[in-house]
C-alpha cells in the first residue's frame, strides 16, 4: 500500500511573512486559491497577529473572507495570542498554529516573548481551543541551530515538545528556521524523540538556505515522519542571511516525495503555476 505524506503549504503566512514586497490582498487570494485548486491538503493562510509587528498580514480577515475553501483541504491560521485566536474563530478556521522556540534569545528577538512566556501565551489558548474544537499545531523554532545561540542542545527542544504536549497541542512542527541542520542533526534529534513519541506527532519543518532541506527531508521521512511543511515556489526568505533561500519549495517536497514512493495527493502541474505566480509578484 502507498502511503502517503501530509504537506502543509505554509507560503501564504510564513513566506509572505518573512518578505519585505507588499504583496496585495487581491494578489494573496489568487496565490491561496491557485493552491486550492492544486489540491494542497493543509494551507496555512494567514497570521491574526498585530499589523504594527507584521505589516504583511494586516489584512488576514479579508483574505480569510475572500479565499474560496475546498472541503477536503484544512485551512490554518496562526495566532500569537487569545485575541489573535478569536479573530481566527471569527473567520472561521478550524486549525490554528502557535509558536514556541527552543532557544531563548531566538524567541525573544522573534516575538519579543520568553520561551516561557510564549508557552503561558498558548496555555491561555487552550480552552477556547477546547471549547471551538480547534485543532492546535505547535511550532518549535531553531530545534537545530539559533542565529544567535548557535547550536542548540537536545535537552531545550525536548522541553518544548512536552510542554506542548502537556498543553494538549495536536501537532509539533520542528522548525529549521535557518536552514543550518544536517542530515546528522536530524537523525540525531529525531531518535532521541521518538523514542518517547510516536512520529504521527510531528512535522518537519525545514528551510533550505544552505540547499540542506532535500536531505533532511528525505532523513526525516526515512524515520517514519509523514507531515512537511514547505510554501510552493519556495516563497519567503531568510530575515537572518539576506538573500538566502527559506522554507523549502513545495514543488521540491512533493517531487522528493514521489521519488521516495509516497503519495502527496497534490496536483503538481498546479502547483507549478502556483509556484510560478506567487514567484512572478514577489520578485520583481
Ligand atoms: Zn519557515
Not at 522541553?159 to 536530524?186: C, F, M, N, R, Y
Amino acid at each position: 500500500m502507498i502511503q502517503k505524506v501530509h504537506i502543509v503549504e505554509v507560503g501564504p503566512r510564513d513566506g509572505l511573512q518573512s518578505i519585505s514586497e507588499e504583496v496585495s490582498t487581491v494578489n494573496k487570494v489568487k496565490y491561496i486559491d491557485m493552491l486550492t485548486n492544486a489540491i494542497c491538503p493543509e494551507i496555512e493562510v494567514a497570521s491574526f497577529v498585530s499589523p504594527k509587528w507584521v505589516p504583511q498580514m494586516a489584512d488576514a480577515k479579508e483574505v480569510s473572507s475572500l479565499i474560496t475553501r475546498k472541503d477536503q483541504i484544512i485551512y490554518s491560521a496562526l495566532v500569537p495570542n487569545v485575541k489573535g485566536l478569536e479573530n481566527a474563530i471569527k473567520c472561521g478556521y478550524h486549525s490554528v498554529a502557535v509558536l514556541t522556540a527552543a532557544s531563548e534569545s531566538f524567541s525573544l528577538k522573534n516575538t519579543n516573548s520568553s520561551i516561557e512566556e510564549s508557552i503561558k501565551r498558548i496555555e491561555e489558548m487552550i480552552p477556547y481551543c477546547k471549547e471551538n474544537k480547534i485543532r492546535i499545531r505547535g511550532y518549535i523554532s531553531t530545534c537545530w541551530v539559533c542565529p544567535y545561540e548557535g547550536n542548540i542542545g537536545i535537552e531545550a527542544v525536548i522541553k518544548a515538545i512536552q510542554d506542548l504536549i502537556d498543553l494538549g497541542v495536536d501537532e509539533i512542527s520542528l522548525g529549521d528556521t535557518i536552514g543550518k541542520a544536517t542530515p546528522e542533526g536530524v537523525e540525531y534529534l529525531l531518535e532521541i524523540i521518538l523514542d518517547s513519541w510516536p512520529p504521527e506527532l510531528f512535522a518537519l519543518h525545514m528551510h533550505d538556505t544552505y540547499n540542506m532541506a532535500a536531505e533532511n527531508i528525505v532523513v526525516g521521512l526515512g524515520m517514519g515522519l509523514r507531515i512537511i511543511d514547505s510554501s510552493a515556489g519556495g516563497v519567503g526568505g531568510c530575515p537572518y542571511a539576506p538573500g538566502a533561500a527559506g522554507n523549502v519549495s513545495t514543488e521540491t517536497v512533493a517531487r522528493i516525495c514521489m521519488e521516495q514512493g509516497f503519495e502527496t495527493g497534490i496536483d503538481v502541474e498546479k502547483l507549478k503555476l502556483a509556484g510560478n505566480y506567487i514567484q512572478s509578484i514577489t520578485q520583481s
